[in-house]
């Protein structure tokens, strides 16, 4: 049984900097790329970042590159999302998810497993 559990969400001031984590038990973790996605009130969820099972390459929505960076480390089964300069419009629930055991996805239609999601608040 797979599960993806995120941590870090938080109230933040516009302009600082914060990370999010997501572990995952269940199935073979290096296997899988990963990826996240988030959703702001009242709008439909969107790509954030995405990671290939080895780390090696790595794909950003337009709205977030230069600012997040995504990480795993496949020893401790956990993907990272480390944003920073936030802005309001960042404000969203941040969901991980499970992609294919090959390539790198944007589509969420790629994405099998989903965590609970965690919020993300940021103040002007």
């Known amino acids: 049984q797979v599960q993806l559990v995120e941590s870090g969400g938080g109230l933040v001031q516009a302009g600082v900097s914060l990370s999010l984590s997501c572990a995952a038990s269940g199935g073979t973790f290096s296997l899988y790329n990963m990826g996240w996605f988030r959703q702001a009130p009242g709008k439909e969820r969107e790509f954030v970042a995405a990671?290939?099972?080895?780390?090696?390459?790595?794909e950003y929505a337009d709205s977030v590159k230069g600012r997040f960076t995504i990480s795993r480390d496949n020893a401790k089964n956990t993907v990272y999302l480390h944003m920073n300069s936030l802005k309001p419009e960042d404000t969203a629930v941040y969901f991980c998810a499970r992609g294919r055991t090959f390539g790198i996805d944007t589509s969420e239609f790629h994405y099998a497993y989903w965590g609970q999601g965690t919020q993300v608040t940021v103040s002007s």
């Open positions: 990671i290939s099972r080895t780390g090696s390459v790595t």
